[in-house]
């Protein structure tokens, strides 16, 4: 090791040296505190967002690294929030990468006491079937007074309030071809 | 060298050291606009990857946190005081029919609106004073000041932050801070605190509290304009009559030589948990290495008497 | 004067945190290192004077004081696998530094001294490096109450004046005791007179201490800290009082050096333990910075006459806690 | 509001710091009272007696905005002369059919208007009574229950013509003396009888708001949705309407109603619905009773005067963008295809389907019923009585998970082996996880990218919807049944992307903009037409994609642009910001102030000119008449600001669409611990009721249930607290659920700060801490106090930190026009946790045979006074 580099790393001889005497600022100040940088700054990319709680729609900025979210703050540009973020907004990161988050599909069989794993495309493809068999089996040409009615009562849906406009769209038309009226949301609640 | 330990100090960077610094940084918290929503608790844990704190219903008003920790970094207080007693005159059972207690003799008059930044509420009026504390980022920190190993610093914008990388988790940092600030993760050894996001600050970015804050409650900038801004806010709140306003930390001339993050509260400081006088331990190092010398002499002293007159 | 306790708080709760140092770790340690410092001291008064054993004895009390007191410290680090970031910086405004840089020499000085006095070996630097342990021995035995009064805790920080007197007096008493009980009688007067006249240092600072700080006293007098503190106070008397009378029996001997030794122990954690009870009150914080604010705006309305008096009289300090005198 | 959403909060500290007062209306003192400058505490559900006595304040005193008034609104309309209101009839207007418990609205009309239409109107349930089409007098009931009133989220309903006026509010049958006549008893004395408001507070506001409106200033009233969870919520939110339109407080900057709604898109899925009474765009589902072909279902609409007058190119539009091709002039469109509804089929009314074994599949996307949802016991039976449930969300929800931890499983009343409900948990993509636009609040649509894949199994609803279509499709492609016609007929085709294959969403956010003949994205819905030429997926969406731009995603930065920040993101309809704004300016045209400037005519560019799109004819000017007998935009006159309403005015009277009256009245929720101190007749009276055992109501002025307990959020949590009480950070600052009750309740219970508790209704108890604070207020009615108990109802038995669901205390009793529950109940409060097990139901049927409620006529313990 060098003197130089001795000096460098012993910040004793640094407040000996330098301005700081006492020790309390530059001479102790350590190579990690020299090279820190925000997470952000290190981002693959930034994606602009829209948080996902209540209905003020503030402006979010979601940071991405290594395919992952590593931060969501505020987004500043937003003339509904001006990157301002409520508790639950600022916790953002959180609810995206939470490790209590289920990733995978879990099944209870009737009469059954535990999760059991699935399949997602089985899965898939037994609701698919399920909904066939439901929908045939209350299927309703006419009520009882004989008015035409061409629907199903078998099959019900609550939700959309927390989903996306595009979403709601496809659920009601998909729904709506299955007939399938009984269709709400938070909105009723 | 004296006065770099207490009293007023304008350019703490340079004095810590740093030639060319930018101006120092802090926060200005006005408790008068906070609305309790602990965005700034939250922010401030995403940013800095804080761990939770405990799930403890506390009862004390909706403060779950309870206190700034190794863990909890930005604390919002809640404080109900009823500016009107309601509580002996609403008719409780047993005083005769309902709603006939001493209430009969008038309701109190609620106190005017906005006058002492009380609201007036049915019968009475009421206070719930909401303040996010955070670290004060001191002129003269104790808590700088007593680290051993230099892990707590001064850095160029003029705050006070712990180097993980060199925190040996001694301790001494957490009796020593004034306003109880400071403290060791158990699970972890070393002591946490506040860093004003000092990784943000090196690129221009606001610290995540001040960013998430839907009121600006919470303020960040160059502490002289904050200084100012604080004045003119307090200004303002004098004119419109609540006197109740104060400044907290402000005053470079204080114990601890003004704090980065300053307040304007609107009761005494113990009643949000902060000293109403908070000064810095070592603006007494001098005193107290005067005594420890005079008690070493002394401690000399006895052992030349120990062996009087027995000189080989 | 004992004011009165009407202040308003956060839900009771605290405003300076309790010092997360353990127990039994750091009061040990101040105990320890109080002993080994001044046992030093004793060990080059005995070189000096010829006193083999007692040098002999005090030299190995002093280099293990000081090795166990380290071996304290180190346990009550978070990350004990960094205590040598201790020595990375020099702070006088941090006594933990200082006194790191006066263990460290000390206790290397301390046990080259008493490895040199057990193997016979190097006589000369042995000797030379007993020396440099007295010299840092006392110094070692008193910053330890810097250590404690450069804190926010109000009854450690209030007692900055007097605690290095305790703490000096009670050093020697251990130093004192601990070859009182090591040595026979005749061996040993220098550690029994030392072992008297901490206790009067100790006792008559430990008077004015809580004479001074009225209530900030109150953790020194009440409750476990302040049984601790009685207990101490009262077992160091006597063993002053028989120590002095009894100086030719080696049971007696003994027996007052054991009890010096546990008075000097207690006095540690009484001390200890009364800076964690002001600190979790936040009646003791709050109160006297009250009454100090209360005193400063009388002050600024009466004039300049008081402070000035003030600054003559604590020289260092120059704004004075009158609230507290 | 600043509980509920700080962030929005912000712009009201900052109108306070330029002076502005804020007046806080809540029974327990919030974050937002905290902050304001006179928090009034009322009692839950009494609203409207406060809002009327703030109507009565200002018409008998003259007080009105009279120059907006006159020309803006309906105040010089004439009624006709059949009309009796409440006044009258003691607590009923005229038309009520006491039978079937609902209003026929004929009586209710401007005068000399025909009567209602005969059928097909988009507002089949208000104006056909039984001199309707209907073959007989049960179609009405079925049409009144199917929440028609909802389909005016986009403007009023269809009235004929316009109505003889009074210019000079003189005309005893005139809107504006009915309004009076209607509040004259809502005086301050009555307020403090009802809300327990003091006279002297209720002037406070009463001043505060007045002094504050005009040509110089505006008012705004914000409020969160807790406002609709009434039996009466709609007409609370009328009569906030009603005192901002005499004040001249609507269409103006700083002025209006803001509705602070809970969840992301929640506008959205209103818009472009998930609803059963509703297709997109507000457009009605069909009534078996009234819509079996095209014609029929707009020609209530057809030829109407305003915007609606247009409905025939935005159904056509619609089905062709469902059905593509295959929807052609020639079979109507494919309208044959849409299902039909014959009552109630709402969300309260499914469940006891389901407990009924008439519902037997159900998907849960996004949604907790299990706790969000008021009785929860009956929505847990409901689901154990399923074939198969499929819940939707990022977490392990107590709607997933019932058959194993549901309190009915504790009480034995449900036993796991015995569910046969087959359950598929499948876990949803996050809002960063999927590309996608939210409406806000504010009716803004705003884009979202997409940041990362989401994990694992994890999809987006788009895809999953996308894919089971797909695969029930493929599955039907051979069949030849009539019935999936539908399904195989969809135009069900999206571009993909991405390793996940997932639908594009910007392919689907531009059918939801429509496209014209030559299959370029529409700018506009006056480019829809009724020939099939477009297509449109939500016609008040059109111009979401114009110039084949998503222009919800647009981010030019606010300090880029002025306030308006018209650049941001889009606001249907066509990047309106403030609604109605032709208000915002005089009737000639200039603004009402300087200092109010918004919107004005431009004589010279001879357009209306502002930072605004103009919420009007862009080119008709303030003086235009419109030719007799003009229908559509056409009949639209240049002072006729409302131009979704047929007569282009604001409605301070409703002829039509509200189903429980043409003025707000108050009456007491379905469980008070009063008498309606104004009327006889104690709730509403075309109320909706759900008659199950599980639902059993507790008797008003009951000593058994002596208090009031309303149910709210806190900040730090969100809804049914599957996206908050699920993390640390959020659950750490609320940890527990608790209740809030006034040292005057305390005492008198003998509970203690921090203490458990047990609160009762006839549902059941559960329990939790208790928080003894002065923010609940004791109100003083009259001679009596009033406590609340009060109740954050984040919690259930999943996530970081679990505890009893409050909602399984709240009753279902739904407003009559859009089947909302009224969330205000009575209890009992009682120190100690609750009894476990089947002692639990054994409690609380004590408390029921005390209080004199019986299960198995749920009816019989409810008064009607």
């Known amino acids: 090791m060098g003197a130089k580099a001795f000096i460098e790393l012993w910040p004793v001889l640094r407040q000996l040296r330098g301005a700081d005497k006492l020790g309390r600022g530059s001479a102790v100040m350590s190579s990690r505190s020299e090279h820190l940088r925000p997470r952000t700054t290190t981002a693959d990319r930034v994606v602009d967002s829209v948080c996902p709680f209540c209905a003020v729609g503030c402006g979010q900025k979601v940071f991405v690294k290594d395919e992952k979210v590593t931060q969501i703050e505020g987004n500043p540009a937003s003339p509904i929030s001006r990157g301002r973020l409520c508790p639950k907004g600022s916790a953002s990161t959180q609810l995206v990468t939470s490790p209590t988050r289920e990733t995978k599909v879990r099944y209870r069989r009737p009469h059954g006491t535990e999760w059991e794993d699935l399949d997602l495309d089985t899965a898939m493809d037994m609701i698919a079937d399920r909904v066939i068999k439901t929908r045939r089996e209350f299927w309703e040409w006419e009520d009882d007074e004989g008015r035409r009615t061409r629907r199903t009562l078998g099959i019900a849906s609550l939700g959309g309030a927390t989903l996306d406009n595009e979403e709601n769209y496809l659920m009601k038309k998909l729904y709506t071809a299955m007939g399938a009226i009984q269709i709400e949301n938070q909105a009723r609640i | 060298?004296?006065?770099?330990?207490?009293?007023?100090?304008?350019?703490?960077?340079?004095?810590?050291?740093?030639?060319?610094?930018?101006?120092?940084?802090?926060?200005?918290?006005?408790?008068?606009?906070?609305?309790?929503?602990?965005?700034?608790?939250?922010?401030?844990?995403?940013?800095?990857?804080?761990?939770?704190?405990?799930?403890?219903?506390?009862?004390?008003?909706?403060?779950?946190?309870?206190?700034?920790?190794?863990?909890?970094?930005?604390?919002?207080?809640?404080?109900?005081?009823?500016?009107?007693?309601?509580?002996?005159?609403?008719?409780?059972?047993?005083?005769?029919?309902?709603?006939?207690?001493?209430?009969?003799?008038?309701?109190?008059?609620?106190?005017?609106?906005?006058?002492?930044?009380?609201?007036?509420?049915?019968?009475?009026?009421?206070?719930?004073?909401?303040?996010?504390?955070?670290?004060?980022?001191?002129?003269?920190?104790?808590?700088?000041?007593?680290?051993?190993?230099?892990?707590?610093?001064?850095?160029?914008?003029?705050?006070?932050?712990?180097?993980?990388?060199?925190?040996?988790?001694?301790?001494?940092?957490?009796?020593?801070?004034?306003?109880?600030?400071?403290?060791?993760?158990?699970?972890?050894?070393?002591?946490?605190?506040?860093?004003?996001?000092?990784?943000?600050?090196?690129?221009?970015?606001?610290?995540?509290?001040?960013?998430?804050?839907?009121?600006?409650?919470?303020?960040?900038?160059?502490?002289?304009?904050?200084?100012?801004r604080a004045d003119a806010r307090l200004a303002e709140l004098h004119d419109r009559g609540v006197d109740v306003a104060r400044l907290y930390g402000r005053d470079p001339e204080d114990g601890v030589g003004g704090d980065g993050a300053f307040f304007l509260l609107l009761d005494e400081p113990e009643v949000y948990g902060l000293p109403p006088d908070p000064v810095v331990t070592t603006r007494d190092i001098g005193s107290i290495w005067k005594h420890v010398g005079a008690a070493a002499a002394t401690l000399v002293g006895i052992g030349v008497v120990s062996f009087a007159g027995r000189r080989r | 004067m004992v004011p009165q306790a009407d202040f308003e708080s956060y839900y009771g709760q605290q405003i300076i945190k309790t010092p997360t140092w353990k127990t039994p770790d750091v009061p040990l340690y101040l105990f320890l290192g109080g002993m080994a410092g001044a046992s030093a001291v004793l060990a080059e008064g005995a070189a000096l004077t010829g006193n083999r054993t007692l040098e002999r004895t005090t030299r190995l009390v002093a280099a293990s004081g000081a090795g166990l007191g380290t071996v304290f410290l180190v346990h009550d680090l978070g990350r004990p696998m960094r205590f040598l970031n201790m020595l990375r910086v020099f702070k006088v405004t941090s006594p933990l530094s200082v006194g790191s840089f006066i263990l460290a020499p000390f206790a290397s000085l301390a046990s080259a001294a008493a490895a040199s006095q057990v193997t016979g070996r190097l006589p000369r630097l042995g000797r030379l490096a007993g020396v440099g342990a007295a010299v840092f021995g006392p110094p070692l035995v008193t910053y330890t109450a810097a250590l404690l009064g450069n804190t926010a805790v109000p009854a450690w920080h209030e007692a900055h004046r007097e605690l290095p007197f305790v703490f000096a007096g009670s050093g020697a008493c251990a130093a004192g005791g601990m070859a009182m009980l090591l040595i026979p009688a005749a061996g040993n007067p220098p550690a029994r007179q030392m072992a008297i006249a901490g206790a009067g240092v100790e006792l008559v600072a430990t008077e004015l201490l809580k004479r001074r700080l009225g209530m900030l006293a109150e953790p020194y007098e009440q409750g476990r800290s302040g049984r601790l503190m009685k207990t101490a106070t009262r077992i160091t008397a006597t063993a002053a009082v028989i120590s002095t009378i009894g100086r030719r029996s080696r049971a007696v001997s003994a027996g007052c050096g054991a009890a010096y030794l546990v008075a000097s122990a207690m006095t540690r954690f009484g001390v200890f333990e009364a800076g964690l009870a002001s600190a979790r009150d936040p009646k003791y914080t709050v109160v006297p910075q009250r009454e100090r604010l209360a005193a400063r705006r009388a002050g600024t309305a009466a004039g300049e006459a008081h402070d000035h008096a003030s600054h003559e009289q604590t020289g260092l300090d120059q704004v004075t806690e009158t609230a507290a005198t | 509001?600043?509980?509920?959403?700080?962030?929005?909060?912000?712009?009201?500290?900052?109108?306070?710091?330029?002076?502005?007062?804020?007046?806080?209306?809540?029974?327990?003192?919030?974050?937002?009272?905290?902050?304001?400058?006179?928090?009034?505490?009322?009692?839950?559900?009494?609203?409207?007696?406060?809002?009327?006595?703030?109507?009565?304040?200002?018409?008998?005193?003259?007080?009105?905005?009279?120059?907006?008034?006159?020309?803006?609104?309906?105040?010089?309309?004439?009624?006709?002369?059949?009309?009796?209101?409440?006044?009258?009839?003691?607590?009923?207007?005229?038309?009520?059919?006491?039978?079937?418990?609902?209003?026929?609205?004929?009586?209710?009309?401007?005068?000399?208007?025909?009567?209602?239409?005969?059928?097909?109107?988009?507002?089949?349930?208000?104006?056909?009574?039984?001199?309707?089409?209907?073959?007989?007098?049960?179609?009405?009931?079925?049409?009144?229950?199917?929440?028609?009133?909802?389909?005016?989220g986009s403007g009023g309903p269809p009235v004929e013509g316009k109505p003889p006026r009074d210019e000079t509010l003189q005309h005893p049958r005139c809107v504006y003396q009915i309004l009076k006549r209607h509040f004259a008893r809502y005086t301050p004395e009555m307020v403090q009888e009802v809300c327990g408001i003091a006279p002297e507070q209720?002037?406070?506001?009463?001043?505060?708001?007045?002094?504050?409106?005009?040509?110089?200033?505006?008012?705004?009233?914000?409020?969160?949705?807790?406002?609709?969870?009434?039996?009466?919520?709609?007409?609370?939110?009328?009569?906030?309407?009603?005192?901002?339109?005499?004040?001249?407080?609507?269409?103006?900057?700083?002025?209006?109603?803001?509705?602070?709604?809970?969840?992301?898109?929640?506008?959205?899925?209103?818009?472009?619905?998930?609803?059963?009474?509703?297709?997109?765009?507000?457009?009605?589902?069909?009534?078996?009773?009234?819509?079996?072909?095209?014609?029929?279902?707009?020609?209530?609409?057809?030829?109407?005067?305003?915007?609606?007058?247009?409905?025939?190119?935005?159904?056509?539009?619609?089905?062709?963008?469902?059905?593509?091709?295959?929807?052609?002039?020639?079979?109507?469109?494919?309208?044959?295809?849409?299902?039909?509804?014959?009552?109630?089929?709402?969300?309260?009314?499914?469940?006891?389907?389901?407990?009924?074994?008439?519902?037997?599949?159900?998907?849960?996307?996004?949604?907790?019923?299990?706790?969000?949802?008021?009785?929860?016991?009956?929505?847990?039976?409901?689901?154990?009585?399923?074939?198969?449930?499929?819940?939707?969300?990022?977490?392990?929800?107590?709607?997933?998970?019932?058959?194993?931890?549901?309190?009915?499983?504790?009480?034995?009343?449900?036993?796991?082996?015995?569910?046969?409900?087959?359950?598929?948990?499948?876990?949803?993509?996050?809002?960063?996880?999927?590309?996608g636009s939210f409406t806000q609040t504010q009716r803004m649509l705003q884009w979202r990218d997409k940041a990362v894949e989401p994990p694992g199994d994890a999809r987006s609803e788009l895809q999953f919807y996308y894919e089971l279509g797909q695969r029930i499709r493929e599955k039907l492609k051979d069949s030849t049944d009539e019935m999936d016609r539908p399904l195989l007929d969809l135009t069900w085709d999206y571009p993909t992307e991405g390793p996940l294959h997932e639908p594009d969403g910007h392919a689907v956010l531009r059918e939801i903009n429509g496209t014209g003949p030559d299959g370029r994205a529409l700018s506009a819905y006056t480019q829809l037409e009724d020939d099939g030429s477009t297509s449109c997926g939500c016609w008040i969406y059109c111009g979401v994609y114009a110039d084949e731009v998503n222009q919800a995603r647009r981010r030019k930065p606010h300090w880029e642009q002025d306030y308006v920040a018209s650049e941001w993101g889009w606001v249907w309809p066509a990047n309106r910001r403030i609604l109605y704004n032709r208000a915002s300016a005089a009737p000639d045209g200039t603004p009402w102030s300087e200092r109010k400037r918004y919107m004005w005519w431009d004589a010279e560019q001879h357009t209306w000119a502002g930072s605004d799109v103009v919420d009007f004819i862009a080119d008709r000017p303030p003086d235009h008449v419109p030719d007799e007998g003009a229908t559509g935009p056409d009949a639209i006159g240049g002072q006729d600001p409302f131009i979704m309403q047929t007569d282009g005015k604001a409605w301070l009277y409703a002829p039509l669409g509200v189903a429980d009256g043409p003025l707000p009245t108050h009456y007491e929720p379905p469980e008070s611990p009063i008498h309606n101190p104004l009327y006889r007749q104690q709730n509403n009276p075309s109320r909706r009721k759900l008659d199950h055992p599980a639902n059993p109501i507790n008797p008003s002025y009951s000593e058994v249930f002596p208090y009031v307990f309303t149910t709210y959020r806190l900040t730090e949590h969100h809804t049914a607290g599957a996206m908050s009480r699920t993390l640390p950070y959020l659950t750490e600052l609320q940890p527990e659920p608790f209740c809030e009750v006034s040292r005057r309740l305390a005492e008198e219970r003998g509970l203690t700060h921090g203490d458990w508790v047990t609160i009762v209704t006839a549902r059941t108890a559960i329990e939790a801490r208790v928080l003894v604070t002065d923010r609940m207020r004791s109100l003083r009615l009259g001679d009596r106090f009033v406590e609340h108990v009060g109740l954050p109802y984040h919690w259930g038995p999943n996530g970081l930190t679990t505890g009893d669901s409050p909602n399984d205390l709240v009753n279902v009793t739904m407003d009559p026009n859009v089947y909302i529950q009224d969330k205000v109940g009575t209890c009992d409060i009682r120190p100690g946790r609750r009894p476990r097990g089947p002692a639990l139901t054994s409690y609380v049927e004590d408390y029921r045979r005390r209080a004199g409620v019986d299960t198995a006529d749920p009816t019989n313990g409810r008064t009607e006074g």
């Open chain 2, 1 to 228: 060298m004296t006065h770099s330990l207490h009293g007023r100090l304008d350019d703490v960077t340079g004095d810590a050291g740093y030639a060319d610094h930018p101006k120092r940084k802090g926060f200005f918290t006005d408790t008068s606009v906070c609305i309790g929503c602990k965005a700034c608790e939250v922010a401030c844990k995403e940013w800095n990857q804080v761990p939770d704190d405990g799930f403890e219903l506390t009862g004390m008003s909706y403060d779950n946190t309870q206190a700034l920790g190794a863990s909890t970094w930005r604390h919002v207080a809640f404080v109900e005081k009823p500016v009107h007693p309601t509580t002996a005159d609403l008719g409780l059972p047993g005083m005769g029919p309902p709603g006939f207690g001493t209430h009969e003799s008038g309701l109190p008059q609620a106190a005017p609106a906005g006058e002492d930044q009380a609201t007036a509420s049915g019968d009475g009026a009421l206070r719930w004073l909401m303040s996010s504390d955070v670290c004060k980022h001191c002129t003269h920190a104790a808590c700088l000041d007593v680290c051993p190993t230099g892990s707590l610093f001064r850095t160029e914008f003029g705050t006070v932050v712990v180097q993980p990388d060199i925190c040996n988790g001694c301790g001494y940092c957490v009796p020593a801070c004034p306003y109880g600030v400071i403290d060791l993760r158990k699970e972890d050894g070393r002591a946490f605190k506040c860093t004003l996001c000092y990784d943000r600050l090196k690129e221009g970015q606001t610290p995540a509290c001040a960013q998430a804050c839907p009121t600006e409650s919470i303020q960040f900038g160059d502490v002289d304009e904050l200084r100012q």
């Open chain 4, 1 to 152: 509001m600043a509980e509920a959403h700080p962030v929005g909060f912000q712009w009201v500290m900052e109108a306070k710091r330029r002076g502005a007062t804020i007046i806080h209306v809540d029974p327990r003192f919030t974050r937002t009272s905290a902050v304001a400058d006179l928090h009034v505490p009322i009692r839950a559900g009494s609203d409207i007696a406060f809002l009327g006595g703030l109507v009565n304040h200002v018409l008998s005193n003259d007080l009105d905005f009279r120059e907006y008034v006159v020309p803006y609104t309906n105040a010089a309309a004439i009624i006709d002369e059949r009309f009796l209101d409440t006044e009258d009839l003691d607590g009923f207007f005229s038309g009520f059919d006491t039978e079937r418990g609902h209003y026929d609205p004929e009586s209710w009309q401007y005068d000399g208007t025909e009567a209602a239409p005969a059928a097909g109107q988009r507002d089949p349930a208000q104006d056909t009574g039984p001199h309707g089409s209907s073959p007989d007098g049960g179609d009405s009931k079925d049409l009144h229950e199917s929440a028609a009133s909802e389909s005016h």
């Open chain 4, 202 to 435: 209720f002037r406070q506001v009463a001043d505060a708001l007045t002094h504050n409106s005009g040509r110089e200033r505006t008012t705004a009233f914000c409020y969160a949705v807790g406002w609709t969870h009434h039996s009466v919520g709609s007409q609370m939110i009328r009569t906030a309407s009603i005192l901002q339109t005499l004040l001249g407080n609507i269409g103006r900057p700083g002025g209006g109603i803001m509705a602070l709604r809970g969840h992301a898109s929640i506008q959205g899925s209103t818009d472009i619905p998930t609803l059963f009474n509703i297709l997109p765009g507000y457009l009605p589902m069909p009534h078996a009773a009234q819509h079996q072909d095209l014609d029929s279902y707009v020609e209530g609409d057809a030829g109407k005067t305003g915007f609606w007058g247009n409905m025939r190119a935005y159904a056509v539009s619609l089905l062709k963008s469902y059905w593509g091709d295959a929807a052609t002039a020639g079979n109507d469109f494919c309208f044959d295809y849409l299902p039909r509804l014959t009552g109630d089929h709402s969300t309260y009314n499914t469940v006891k389907g389901q407990i009924e074994g008439r519902s037997k599949g159900y998907f849960l996307v996004g949604e907790n019923p299990a706790v969000g949802s008021a009785n929860g016991k009956m929505q847990r039976l409901g689901m154990a009585n399923l074939d198969w449930l499929v819940v939707r969300d990022l977490q392990m929800i107590e709607s997933a998970t019932f058959w194993k931890d549901g309190p009915e499983i504790a009480t034995g009343e449900l036993v796991t082996e015995e569910i046969g409900t087959e359950v598929f948990f499948m876990p949803a993509a996050s809002h960063v996880e999927k590309a």
